[in-house]
């Protein structure tokens, strides 16, 4: 099956730093990445959508500049988490979306990232 | 917009026993996939069934069946014979195959626990 892998899969940082979480498919071709965000017992909150070439498109309520997301590849996407604050503290899943596929379950998600923030 | 309804927030199942998990939908798409997806405590999202809008059967996965009902917007999980590994969240997820460019959006989840 399809793999995606997510780095690093832990992370505890200090207040006002960055952080970046890369999320790779590793044997598929992905135009298309998601980034979800998860607290404790709840669901995953969609935050945006990662177009490999051009810009992200992030849902309502999600800072851009906060979240700065690149889609440099049709293989890797990162989030970049700027001047994290405890309450960014959470989980943090990608999904890639097979290129070409918008059918069945051509969808596949990484393992996450939890990111603790001091 | 489309919306996904989980009202079960926790289950519990004898071991051996049979679920359901409720799901239902809102959309105003023609063409839609549903998914459930199992979430244990280590976090990643295993995949677990999948039903097109346009299916007439019901979708079987080995323990795991869906029960569609279209016109009552429902997409129920069913699992068959519960197992101690069967402890987990549970999620159902809609995407729209048009208009939503490929996106999941998630219920609010289930937490099922299987007892022994």
């Known amino acids: 099956g399809a793999v995606v892998s997510q780095h690093p899969s832990r992370v505890i940082c200090k207040s006002g730093t960055s952080v970046k979480i890369e999320c790779r498919s590793l044997?598929?071709?992905?135009?298309?990445m998601f980034w979800y965000r998860q607290f404790p017992k709840q669901s995953l909150m969609l935050m945006a959508t990662?177009?490999?070439?051009?810009?992200?498109?992030?849902e309502q309520g999600v800072e851009k500049d906060k979240f700065l997301i690149n889609h440099a590849s049709l293989t890797l996407s990162t989030l970049t988490v700027t001047s994290a604050h405890p309450e960014d503290s959470s989980f943090y899943i990608c999904?890639?979306?097979?290129?070409?596929?918008?059918?069945?379950?051509?969808?596949?998600f990484g393992p996450g990232t939890r990111l603790t923030v001091l | 917009a489309q919306k996904i309804t989980q009202t079960q927030p926790g289950m519990f199942v004898q071991e051996k026993e049979a679920v359901t998990l409720d799901c239902t939908y809102d959309?105003?798409?023609?063409?839609?996939?549903l998914f459930w997806y199992k979430q244990p405590s280590s976090g990643e999202m295993i995949f677990l069934i999948y039903?097109?809008?346009?299916?007439?059967q019901n979708a079987t996965e080995g323990r795991y069946s869906l029960n569609f009902q279209k016109a009552r917007k429902s997409a129920n999980l069913v699992i068959s014979a519960s197992q101690l590994g069967d402890s987990a969240m549970y999620f159902c997820?809609?995407?729209?195959?048009?208009?939503?460019?490929?996106?999941?959006?998630f219920g609010q989840g289930t937490e099922l626990s299987v007892k022994p």
């Open positions: 999904s890639a979306l097979r290129t070409g596929s918008l059918y069945y379950n051509e969808q596949f």
């Open positions: 044997d598929f071709q992905a135009t298309t």
């Open positions: 990662s177009n490999e070439g051009s810009k992200a498109t992030y």
């Open positions: 959309t105003s798409d023609q063409s839609y996939g």
């Open positions: 039903q097109g809008s346009y299916d007439e």
């Open positions: 997820a809609m995407r729209g195959i048009y208009n939503q460019g490929g996106k999941l959006i």
